[in-house]
């Protein structure tokens, strides 16, 4: 069974601050990893996913995350955060055994940028 | 290029109603997933298709039907609708059905119960 835990439901930065959203995950095997976004009254969009490649990913909007096995870690951040940046944020994980590829969200950080 | 349509975008339905809601993947996409997402909450996994054959089901109960066609677009059918299923349903869909790959997400349909 595969999960995910999203520390902090919401996080305000100031505007050009650093951007750090949390993601631990838990995996009876291997997972992939990815972050979504969902502006208001829209769907989820792909930031960016981890597939066993490199540990460092790196995404659309100037976001990246590092897959850290040790740490059960898959923290999101971007430099310098911008208004546009403000969102919710989902980290989610899937299973890399065919037959259980249903993505399995955390419950989102909402990111709040201060002006 | 179109991505992942979903129809009716809003729907406001009573309950003991049963409500029938639409996907169209991304042109040369076969996996069709769909999800439930409670205000306030993460998307829940309901179904996955792939090759119009059911591949995965989440923790719901058999109100909750679906189905995908030869051109790859999916129905989501629920029937004795409750409060609870009030909720944003959203249909992603994957070139293929194993769990590297990316789903794309369309903007849901928001279905209020009255």
């Known amino acids: 069974a595969q999960s995910v835990t999203q520390l902090g439901s919401h996080v305000s930065v100031s505007e050009g601050a650093l951007v750090l959203l949390r993601c631990n995950y838990s995996s009876s095997v291997p997972p992939y990893l990815f972050w979504y976004v969902q502006y208001p009254n829209q769907g989820l969009q792909l930031l960016l996913k981890?597939?066993?490649?490199?540990?460092l990913v790196k995404g659309i909007n100037g976001f990246e995350a590092e897959f850290k096995k040790s740490e059960t870690s898959f923290h999101l951040t971007k430099p310098s955060a911008h208004m546009s940046d403000a969102a919710e944020y989902f980290c989610a994980v899937s299973a890399t055994n065919f037959g259980n590829e249903k993505l399995t969200f955390g419950t989102g950080t909402r990111l709040t940028i201060i002006p | 290029d179109a991505g992942v349509t979903q129809s009716p975008t809003h729907l406001i339905k009573t309950r003991g109603q049963h409500v029938t809601l639409r996907c169209s993947p991304i042109s040369g996409h076969k996996s069709v997933s769909w999800y439930q997402q409670v205000l306030g909450q993460g998307p829940q996994f309901i179904f996955q298709y792939y090759e119009k054959e059911e591949r995965g089901r989440g923790n719901f109960p058999d109100r909750f039907s679906a189905r995908q066609f030869p051109n790859y677009s999916s129905e989501l059918n629920v029937n004795a609708l409750l409060l609870g299923d009030s909720a944003l349903y959203l249909c992603?869909?994957?070139?293929?059905?194993?769990?590297?790959?990316?789903?794309?997400f369309g903007d849901g349909t928001r279905l209020s119960i009255l």
């Open positions: 992603a869909s994957s070139f293929r059905q194993y769990g590297n790959q990316p789903q794309h």
């Open positions: 981890y597939t066993s490649a490199a540990t």
